[in-house]
Nanobody
Framework: QVQLVESGGGLVQAGGSLRLSCAAS????????MAWFRQAPGKEREFVSAISWSGGSTYYADSVKGRFTISRDNAKNMVYLQMASLNPEDTAVYYC????????????????????WGKGTLVTVSS
């Protein structure tokens, strides 16, 4: 079992930055593929970014590529999402998720790929 707890959300002006954190429990965290998803009001939850067990492979949705950076610290059981150049379209609840699959190279992931989810943290970007 893995428990995931997100933090770092809040209100930010367009053009600003935020750093989301995800704290994970479990001794096998380092073997999981980790990802961030988001769900905007009235929309389905969508993939944002993924990172391999070592951090050596990352993948981003086109909508955030070049603006968001995913990283992880296996020693601390943490995953991060650094978000820059935020715009109102980034407003959403952001979820941390874990896939119990050992991947050296990550790709875009779907909701059904993930085995564990956090409860989410709200990011609101004002114009």
């Amino acid at each position: 079992q893995v428990q995931l707890v997100e933090s770092g959300g809040g209100l930010v002006q367009a053009g600003g930055s935020l750093r989301l954190s995800c704290a994970a429990s479990g001794r096998t965290f380092s073997s999981y593929t980790m990802a961030w998803f988001r769900q905007a009001p009235g929309k389905e939850r969508e993939f944002v970014s993924a990172i391999s067990w070592s951090g050596g492979s990352t993948y981003y949705a086109d909508s955030v590529k070049g603006r968001f950076t995913i990283s992880r610290d296996n020693a601390k059981n943490m995953v991060y999402l650094q978000m820059a150049s935020l715009n109102p379209e980034d407003t959403a609840v952001y979820y941390c998720a874990a896939e119990q699959v050992f991947r050296s190279i990550v790709r875009g992931l779907s909701n059904s790929d993930m085995d564990y989810w956090g409860k989410g943290t709200l990011v609101t970007v004002s114009s």
